[in-house]
């Protein structure tokens, strides 16, 4: 009867962290940038050595031969719709690129794309950090225009235009070499193979100004997944009340 318990026990985490990942993924399917993380389940089979004595059979009988393993991969490196939104400090890379910024303890992180700022210091910067690029705007600087090649001009106080610098990109070998730090914005981890790329070549995707890369999260999929695991849960809870039922049988049978 024990079984029962631990069997439903396991199943129980396992629908629970999934749930909290889909409802997490629906919470941000209008949250620009955002990349759904997908559930995956393994079975876990512990492969227990023949008892040499009947004393290591009774011992081994209640130690757990297997149970489910968890884990909810980001899907990064699907795009999603890009939006227009008329604002020239918008921008979105229609491609697997990144674009390198530095985080707020001097380390590189890779951003998706989003609003762009003018800083302080007068560099553009990206989600508060600045864009290693290293690209400053006069003052004076008006018409911002950034090329699908990354290539940024404006116009002076006199007229003229001139090249303020180029947008570089980058792409990263395996989604799994990336952490999320929030929504477009990841940490690269020590085994991540990052290759630089010039934006429209070497496979990294073009820089679009004027839009937002919108949620890769599919609402309609979403939600059907959501029922599923919440009738998995259901059942298993099933299971628990099943086996209680009939544990209280027994009991009573004792007497």
């Known amino acids: 009867m024990n079984d029962a318990f ?3 026990a396991v199943s129980l985490r396992a629908q629970q962290r999934a749930l909290e990942t889909m409802a997490n993924n629906i919470a941000n399917v209008n949250t620009p940038a955002f990349k759904r993380s997908d559930v995956i389940f393994a079975e876990v089979v ?4 023949s008892p040499a004595t009947r004393a290591e059979e009774l011992a081994n009988r209640n130690l757990q031969s297997g149970g489910v393993h968890f884990a909810a991969r980001d899907m990064i490196s699907l795009q999603g719709d890009l939006r227009p939104t008329g604002n020239t400090l918008d921008v979105a890379i229609d491609g697997r690129g990144f674009i390198e910024i530095a985080g707020p303890q001097g380390q590189t992180l890779l951003w998706r794309g989003g609003r762009l700022t003018v800083g302080r210091d007068g560099y553009l910067a990206g ?4 864009l290693q690029s290293l690209i400053a705007v006069p003052d004076d600087a008006t018409d911002l225009t950034i090329g699908r090649d990354g290539v940024v001009t404006a116009k002076t106080a006199d007229g003229a235009r001139i090249e303020l610098g180029q947008i570089a990109l980058v792409r990263v070998d395996g989604d799994a070499s990336l952490e999320r730090t929030k929504p477009g914005l990841y ?6 193979r990052v290759i630089d790329a010039v934006p429209g070549e070497d496979g990294a995707g073009t820089i679009e ?7 890769n999260v599919d609402f309609s999929a979403a939600m059907v997944q959501l029922l599923m695991i919440q009738r998995a849960y259901a059942a298993n809870a099933q299971v628990v009340q099943a086996a209680d039922q009939l544990s209280s049988i027994s009991n009573n049978l004792k007497r």
């Open 6 to 8: 631990e069997v439903a």
């Open 46 to 49: 512990g492969a227990m050595p």
């Open 127 to 130: 989600d508060g950090g600045l």
């Open 187 to 192: 940490r690269i981890l020590d085994d991540a």
């Open 209 to 215: 100004q004027g839009m937002v890369e919108e949620s």
